[in-house]
């Protein structure tokens, strides 16, 4: 027999007794009724909060089920989240669930109030991208309800993980620089709010990755990065930033498609041209990385593949299994036309 080990859910009743009320009086607070005074308004509230007593706002998921998944997103702005939520999907059609999406924020406490309206909304799991939660918190979140992250490469015996080898990822992409001929090759990363240990982080990883291959092929001297955020505005910051060294590089490696988009918009800005004067690599291989005006070499960490494991491996959570399970997706280089041999000096 499968048992879940998961805390028993708070309850209305838990909620009167705590306070010392009536289940109508709880009843009344929750649903903002007329005619509720000041004094039990505060009473029953501070129950709820003491207690983490959650309104089960989904009338279905009072009688069992509700069918529903949870997909929390950093942001909307990333195509390759797009590729996820495809696989996703593509994966929920044939079953009788629904995946709701919403987006995360850029800090945990908006992180936090995103995944606090899924579980009061009595979604059946919850999907986590990329998330900026303490390990720690989300083994909590996980004891409520069944949960899948990704993009986080640390272990959890409570909760699975889906994720790309980013260590691989990133090598492939340096070592093609350096096969081309270049030397100076800088790199755009990533910071964040995250709690998570560094070393599971995607963005650490790759460019610790991209750190160590320079070293082995004895370019520790030209190591150059310039810490910024996955997204354009950062990648055009961080490649401002890199142009204004001397020597500028010939290369840059950017940590997502996001960025390599940013970059390749100041490098037009400073007059220059790409691969010609500088070549820029990315990282997602996302749909705009594929069009003949832009051709970014990208690593493909195939998001159609990690968006459908997610939901292949949550929806076996919800079914009972127990045993932790970590799917890794084995990246591949794409070249395209923004890299080629540096400039003749």
């Given at each position: 027999?499968?048992?879940s080990g998961?805390r028993?859910?708070?309850?209305?009743?838990?909620?009167?007794?705590?306070a010392?009320?009536s289940?109508?009086?709880?009843s009344k607070v929750i649903?903002n009724?007329?005619?509720?005074?000041?004094?039990m308004?505060?009473?029953?509230?501070t129950?709820?909060?003491?207690l983490?007593y959650?309104?089960?706002?989904?009338?279905?998921?009072?009688?069992g089920?509700?069918?529903?998944?949870?997909?929390?997103l950093?942001?909307?702005?990333?195509?390759?989240?797009?590729?996820?939520l495809?696989g996703?999907?593509?994966h929920?059609?044939t079953?009788d669930?629904?995946a709701?999406m919403i987006?995360?924020g850029?800090?945990r406490k908006?992180?936090?109030?995103?995944?606090?309206a899924l579980?009061s909304r009595?979604?059946d799991?919850?999907?986590?991208?990329?998330?900026?939660?303490?390990?720690a918190?989300?083994?909590?979140v996980a004891?409520d309800?069944?949960?899948?992250v990704l993009?986080?490469?640390e272990?959890?015996p409570?909760?699975?993980s889906?994720?790309d080898?980013?260590e691989?990822?990133?090598?492939?992409?340096v070592?093609?620089?350096?096969?081309?001929?270049h030397?100076?090759?800088?790199?755009?990363?990533?910071?964040?709010d995250?709690l998570?240990?560094?070393?599971?982080?995607?963005h650490t990883?790759?460019?610790?990755t991209y750190e160590?291959?320079?070293?082995?092929?004895?370019l520790?001297d030209?190591?150059?990065?310039a810490?910024?955020y996955?997204?354009e505005?950062?990648?055009?910051?961080?490649t401002?930033?890199?142009?204004a060294?001397?020597p500028?590089?010939?290369?840059?490696?950017a940590?997502a498609?996001?960025?390599?988009?940013?970059?390749?918009?100041?490098i037009h800005?400073?007059?220059l041209?790409?691969p010609?004067d500088?070549?820029?690599?990315?990282?997602?291989?996302?749909?705009?990385?594929?069009l003949?005006n832009?051709a970014?070499t990208?690593i493909?960490?195939?998001?159609?593949?990690?968006?459908?494991a997610?939901?292949?491996?949550l929806?076996e959570?919800i079914e009972?299994?127990m045993t932790?399970v970590?799917?890794?997706?084995?990246?591949s280089?794409?070249?395209r036309?923004?890299?080629?041999?540096p400039?003749?000096s």
């Amino acid at each position: 027999m499968v048992t879940s080990g998961r805390r028993r859910r708070v309850t209305i009743a838990d909620v009167a007794s705590h306070a010392q009320v009536s289940v109508t009086a709880v009843s009344k607070v929750i649903n903002n009724a007329y005619g509720v005074s000041p004094a039990m308004k505060d009473k029953v509230k501070t129950a709820i909060q003491e207690l983490g007593y959650r309104p089960q706002a989904v009338a279905r998921g009072m009688r069992g089920r509700t069918f529903t998944i949870g997909l929390v997103l950093p942001h909307i702005r990333n195509p390759f989240f797009a590729d996820i939520l495809d696989g996703l999907t593509a994966h929920l059609h044939t079953t009788d669930y629904q995946a709701f999406m919403i987006q995360g924020g850029a800090t945990r406490k908006v992180e936090q109030r995103a995944v606090d309206a899924l579980l009061s909304r009595q979604v059946d799991g919850i999907i986590m991208v990329a998330p900026l939660a303490s390990k720690a918190r989300l083994e909590d979140v996980a004891q409520d309800k069944p949960l899948v992250v990704l993009a986080r490469h640390e272990r959890s015996p409570h909760y699975d993980s889906v994720y790309d080898d980013d260590e691989a990822g990133a090598e492939l992409v340096v070592t093609h620089l350096i096969q081309l001929g270049h030397r100076r090759i800088a790199h755009i990363t990533h910071q964040d709010d995250s709690l998570a240990r560094p070393a599971d982080l995607l963005h650490t990883i790759r460019s610790t990755t991209y750190e160590r291959v320079m070293r082995e092929h004895g370019l520790a001297d030209e190591i150059a990065i310039a810490t910024s955020y996955y997204n354009e505005q950062g990648g055009y910051d961080g490649t401002r930033e890199l142009l204004a060294r001397t020597p500028r590089p010939t290369a840059i490696f950017a940590g997502a498609d996001q960025a390599a988009l940013g970059a390749l918009a100041a490098i037009h800005q400073a007059g220059l041209t790409v691969p010609a004067d500088i070549s820029v690599a990315g990282y997602d291989n996302t749909h705009l990385a594929a069009l003949p005006n832009i051709a970014l070499t990208s690593i493909d960490q195939d998001g159609h593949e990690m968006g459908r494991a997610a939901g292949k491996l949550l929806l076996e959570r919800i079914e009972g299994r127990m045993t932790p399970v970590r799917f890794t997706v084995t990246p591949s280089l794409v070249v395209r036309a923004s890299t080629a041999a540096p400039p003749a000096s």
